[in-house]
Each structure stands twice: as C-alpha cells, then as structure tokens.
C-alpha cells in the first residue's frame, strides 16, 4: 500500500512538471502598424530590446500586462513585449479589452 502512494505522488509530481512546462497557448495573432517596433524584454519603455519588427511582422499574443500598456508576445522564436498601441489584431479571436 506504501509502495502504491509513493508511485501515485511520483505520478502526481511527473504530471505537474510535464504541464507546467508546455507553452502557453496564444490568445490570438496580431500584426505590428508600424516600422521599427521594439521587442522588449519586460514589459517597459526602458527594459532592454530583444529584437526590432518591422511593419507587417506577425506575433502571437499571449497576455496583457498588469499596468495594461503592454502585450506578451512571440515572433519567430523571441518571446518578448510590445506596446499595445503598435499592434492590431489579425484573426477574429482577440479579446474584447484590445
């Protein structure tokens, strides 16, 4: 009986591990409406810029930050931050508060 809680918390611990390191699923897609948008690190004005988009390039958004200013997102492999001001949504699916 000892055995068998072991195993089933040993289970438990494998399945905790297994999903929280699956990504998190986007919300929707979105597309920059300008050149030049900085790609940040965190989300404010002066964190550190991962990389530069240019008009027309395609994110995946994941989530709006606590302040409302900034929109998780992915392009190519870079996870990062954009303003919510240079994106607007693609698909049909971005939530109402864009």
């Known amino acids: ?5 072991v ?4 289970l438990f611990l494998f399945a905790l591990i297994t999903c929280a390191m699956l990504p998190a699923q ?3 897609t ?7 948008v900085k790609l940040l690190s965190e989300p404010t004005a002066a964190a550190a810029v991962v ?3 240019k008009l027309g390039d395609i994110v995946k958004v994941y989530e709006k930050s606590p302040d409302g200013q900034f929109w998780e997102v992915e ?3 870079s996870h990062g931050w954009i ?3 240079f994106l607007s949504p693609k698909d049909h699916r971005q ?4």
Not at 1 to 5: A, E, G, H, I, R
Not at 95 to 98: C, G, L, N, Q
Request: glycine share 6%; net charge positive; no cysteine.
């Open 83 to 85: 303003m919510i001001h």
């Open 30 to 36: 979105a597309v920059t409406n300008t050149d030049k």
């Open 51 to 53: 990389k530069v988009l």
């Open 26 to 28: 986007a919300i929707f």
């Open 95 to 98: 939530p109402s508060y864009f």
């Open 7 to 10: 195993l089933a918390g040993v």
């Open 75 to 77: 392009h190519k492999g």
């Open 1 to 5: 009986m000892k055995k068998l809680q």
